[in-house]
């Protein structure tokens, strides 16, 4: 996955409108993850949701920030990933299933974020835990792979 701020033709088919945020720790090799309610799938996450209409990427991740954690922060650029999903039940799909027409393509806009020395989040109610785990840890119980790749490449120790 690269930096991008332009469609490419392999992105043309796929929708926009979603974000992905990575917190750490200063000098902690920790990332934020929260679980999900059980009424919206009960799966640990990295901080995430959708770009509200009027909205860019960049304010949808402070937004998301804000709400689901109580982290007021400003986020720079990053850069997508892409998710492929189960149109009719949102469920992950692999992406050699890319071409399934039930599949669609969801372009996710991903940014890092270093939470301030001491700081914990306020969760809302999407959410009923979370926790800090290395990156390897988080790789392996992130439900969505294009998260988990986007992960990997922020955090390369991952």
């Known amino acids: 996955m690269e930096a991008s701020n ?3 033709d392999s992105e043309r088919d796929c929708t926009h409108g979603e974000v992905a945020i990575f917190v750490t720790r200063r000098g902690r090799p920790e990332v934020l993850l929260v679980r ?10 990295v901080i995430a949701g959708g770009i509200e209409p009027g909205e860019s990427a960049v304010q949808a991740a402070e937004r998301e920030l804000r709400e689901e954690t109580g982290l007021v922060t400003h986020v720079s650029a990053g850069f997508s990933a892409r998710e492929f999903v189960h149109a009719l039940t949102g469920e992950p799909a692999d992406r050699d299933a890319q071409h399934d027409p039930s599949v669609v393509c969801v ?3 991903c940014f890092h974020v270093v939470a301030p ?7 809302n109610h999407e ?3 979370h926790r800090w785990c290395p990156p390897h ?3 392996r119980v992130l439900r969505w ?6 992960l990997a490449q ?5």
């Open 6 to 8: 332009t469609t490419s």
């Open 36 to 45: 999900r309610i059980p009424e919206f799938g009960g799966y640990w996450h």
């Open 107 to 109: 372009i996710v806009e």
């Open 117 to 123: 020395p001491g700081w914990q989040p306020t969760l």
């Open 127 to 129: 959410h009923d835990a």
């Open 137 to 139: 840890e988080a790789l």
């Open 145 to 150: 792979s294009g998260t988990a790749q986007a």
């Open 154 to 158: 922020i955090l390369p120790s991952a």
